[in-house]
């Protein structure tokens, strides 16, 4: 089955700074990707998605990167804000027995320091 | 729409009773999943259900977990008997499309086993 690995666990910048969280997959036949940010006491929520036709999106100070050959995508946040201090995680949705279960990985604690 | 709504937020029971978790999807969303939470273990995929039928179980720790979906609003995951090491934050989530799509989050239930 697909194996998701994420890095770091923890970040910690000042304000102002640029984020990046780092997720690299096992199975080649991933093809969904997206991003999701938990905050305290809540559920995870949709921040932004890739498919593996895309290279890179953004959207506003939020831009994700993918790389199928070496199996790797990231997170990227410009401009850092307190309010973006949160857990992320990154998914990967491979085949499995024709359906597509997706496969977390363990999250990135983003504190950010006014 | 409120959103995907769980209930209750918090459970606290005693070693071999049972628990029921409950979840009512964004309407119009066809497929429910239910994740679980942990330090240890991230978040996991336990079941996920298209059109109240469930599609994958596969997720689902042991026989002591079954989750129903009787209606389109309406899906249960049951515990019985629970054990110390269920104890977890149980998410909900729904979606339009399926898997390979944004999943829409409950806030979760909190379970804690003593």
């Known amino acids: 089955g697909e194996n998701v690995e994420q890095h770091p666990s923890t970040l910690s910048v000042q304000e102002g700074d640029s984020a990046v969280i780092k997720c690299t997959y096992s199975?080649?036949?991933?093809?969904?990707f997206p991003w999701y940010k938990q905050e305290l006491g809540k559920g995870p929520q949709l921040i932004i998605d890739?498919?593996?036709?895309?290279g890179e999106k953004k959207d506003q100070r939020i831009a994700v990167t993918l790389n199928k050959t070496a199996k790797h995508f990231s997170l990227h946040i410009t401009e850092t804000q307190p309010e973006d201090s949160a857990v992320y995680f990154c998914?990967?949705?491979?085949?499995?027995?024709?359906?597509?279960?997706?496969?977390f990985g363990r999250g990135t604690s983003l504190i950010v320091h006014p | 729409d409120a959103g995907v709504i769980q209930s209750p937020r918090h459970e606290v029971t005693e070693m071999g009773q049972e628990v029921t978790l409950r979840c009512k999807p964004i309407?119009?969303?066809?497929?429910l999943f239910w994740y679980r939470q942990t330090m240890m273990r991230g978040l996991e995929l336990l079941i996920y259900?298209?059109?109240?039928?469930?599609?994958?179980d596969s997720g689902m720790p042991e026989d002591r977990f079954s989750a129903k979906m009787p209606n389109a609003s309406f899906s249960t995951l049951k515990i019985q008997p629970s054990e110390p090491r269920d104890s977890a934050v149980y998410f909900c989530?729904?979606?339009?499309?399926?898997?390979?799509?944004?999943?829409?989050f409950g806030q979760g239930t909190r379970l804690t086993v003593v």
């Open positions: 989530a729904s979606s339009e499309q399926g898997l390979n799509t944004e999943a829409f």
């Open positions: 199975d080649s036949a991933s093809n969904y």
């Open positions: 890739i498919r593996s036709n895309v």
């Open positions: 998914a990967a949705s491979s085949t499995a027995g024709g359906s597509y279960i997706p496969t």
């Open positions: 309407s119009g969303h066809d497929y």
């Open positions: 259900f298209n059109n109240n039928v469930p599609i994958d």
